[in-house]
Each structure stands twice: as structure tokens, then as C-alpha cells.
């Protein structure tokens, strides 16, 4: 065979392969305890794990849990909503990252997963963002981190909201950081009707930005609400009690005066009080 027709036939049977593997995405997909990555993870035929779901989920898609089980660490590079439905999914990440999200245009939603990163070396962060556009994480429970339960820690200023989201025993619950607000819009985090406890040092960190923190339970932690340099973070309906110190800056936290602070060791700084309209 000449080497004209040889490339010729190479170049066909790679974009049939890549054909392939476009087809083989599916809106969405399913993992089960008892699957196998090597199923194409359909409802009758799941995958064992989120990362042998996640390359056969189209960008957009989305993960579902037909049973309980472990399903593993994932590093999540597109748009996706990972859902543990009525079931809870679970993943297990000791020494490790639970989920990593990178991808600037990626809107990620994470929902009904338990992430434990128990074991003889605590897991290093439950949810750590390197980039991103939006993030849903709701109805979660996270623990047992020598790092932070949520991080952002991101290249790009992405939308956040944590809603009903439990995280204890780690050395910070949720840390917000994204570039400086010399860069452009420093995005927005809602922290809305979480249980943070037992944190080593603060329960809510904002280092950029702007946030929200209502309805929640601040409780243990060595700071309760921190608001880092140029930040703004503002407090209302929440009970921030039995910490060290309820509030740190030197950025600014405001209050609509309706938060219950109390037991805790030290004040700290006292919240600019908004009129509530």
C-alpha cells in the first residue's frame, strides 16, 4: 500500500474513533455500587464510578445515583450536575481532593452527595474550585479534611451558591478566593441555610468579592465569618455562637440586625448594621 493511501487510512479511522466517542455521550448517565466503567453507564447498564461517568456524559449533562454506594473522587472539566437524587451519593477521599472543578466556562452543579475524607490521612479538601463560571452545591454534608471543606481558589470570578450544605471537622469550612477586583467583577457567593461546626480556624473565609451568609449555623469554629481585605460579606438570620471570635476583618461585614450572636468567646469586629427594607 502506498504511504498516500496508508495516511489516507489512518485519518479516516481517527475521525471514526473520535465519532465514536462523541456518540457515546449521553445527556444522562447513571452510577451505581454494583456498575462498571466499562458499561456505557445507562440506567441498565451503570458505571462504577463519577470519573468513568463523567467521560461519557455530554458537556451539560448530568450524573445520576441509581443506588448507594462510593463512587470515588472526580475532576470535573465541563458543565455538569452530579446528583445523588433521593439516594445521598457518597465519596470517600482520604489523602485526596473529594471533586476538583477547572474550567473557566463551566457551570457546575453538585447535589445529594456526602463527601468523607476520613481515614488514616484526612482527605485534603472536600470541594476545591481552580476555575469555573457558576457554582450549585446543594444538600451536602462534607467532613473530616485537613484542608477546607469547600475552597475556591480560582482563575476566574465564578457565581456561588451553597445552599443547605452541612461541613464539619475540617481546618476551614468554606474559603472564597478569586482574582483581585483589579481584574474585573469579583463575582458573588450566597451561603444560604448550611450547618458549619467544628472548624479549626474560620467557618467562612472571603478573601474577594462579595458575599451572603443567611440562615446558618456557625458553631466551633476558631472565627466564626472572616472578611479579608477590599471584601464585603453580610450577615443576616444566621446563629454564630460558641466560637472563638464571631467576627473578623479587616474587610467589612455588615448585619440587618437580626442575627443571634452569642457564646462566643470574643466579638471581634462589630458588623455595620443595614436597614432592611
Known amino acids: 500500500m502506498k504511504p498516500y493511501f496508508i495516511s489516507r487510512f489512518f485519518l479516516a ?12 455521550q449521553a445527556t444522562r ?40 454506594g462510593g463512587f470515588g473522587a472526580v475532576t ?24 476538583i472543578v477547572n474550567s473557566p466556562t463551566a457551570v457546575v452543579t453538585i447535589r445529594n452527595f456526602s463527601i468523607n475524607g476520613t481515614g488514616t490521612t484526612l482527605g485534603t479538601n472536600g470541594i476545591r474550585v481552580l476555575a469555573a463560571k457558576k457554582l450549585n452545591v446543594e444538600n451536602c454534608t462534607l467532613a473530616n479534611f485537613s484542608g ?17 450544605v452541612t461541613i464539619n471537622n475540617a481546618n476551614e469550612g468554606i474559603s472564597i ?12 457567593t450566597v451561603i444560604n441555610g448550611c450547618r458549619i461546626q467544628g472548624i479549626v ?38 446563629t454564630i455562637t460558641n466560637n ?8 467589612a461585614i455588615t448585619s440587618a440586625k437580626n442575627n443571634s450572636v452569642t457564646g462566643n468567646t470574643a466579638q471581634g469586629i462589630t458588623p455595620t448594621v443595614v436597614s432592611q427594607q
Open 13 to 24: 479511522a481517527s475521525f471514526l474513533f473520535i465519532n465514536m466517542i462523541c456518540m457515546a
Open 244 to 251: 472563638a471570635t464571631a467576627f473578623q476583618g479587616p474587610g
Open 148 to 164: 477546607k471543606g469547600i475552597e475556591v481558589n480560582s482563575t476566574t470570578t465564578p457565581d456561588i451558591v451553597i445552599n443547605n
Open 29 to 68: 448517565t447513571w452510577v451505581s455500587g454494583v456498575g462498571d466503567d466499562v458499561n456505557p453507564c445507562s440506567r441498565t447498564a451503570p458505571c462504577k464510578t463519577l470519573a468513568g461517568a463523567i467521560s461519557k456524559t455530554a458537556t451539560g449533562g448530568e450524573i445520576n445515583v441509581l443506588d448507594p
Open 177 to 188: 478566593t478569586g482574582p483581585s477586583s483589579s481584574t474585573g467583577s469579583a463575582g458573588f
Open 201 to 238: 480556624s474560620s467557618g467562612v473565609v472571603v478573601n474577594t468579592g462579595v458575599a451572603t451568609v443567611s440562615n446558618s449555623v456557625i458553631s466551633g469554629c476558631g472565627i466564626g465569618v472572616a472578611s479579608k481585605t477590599g471584601v464585603t460579606v453580610h450577615v443576616t438570620g444566621n
Open 76 to 99: 470535573i472539566t465541563k458543565s455538569i450536575t452530579i446528583d445523588g437524587g433521593g439516594i445521598t451519593g457518597s465519596i470517600l477521599s482520604s489523602a485526596t481532593n473529594g471533586i
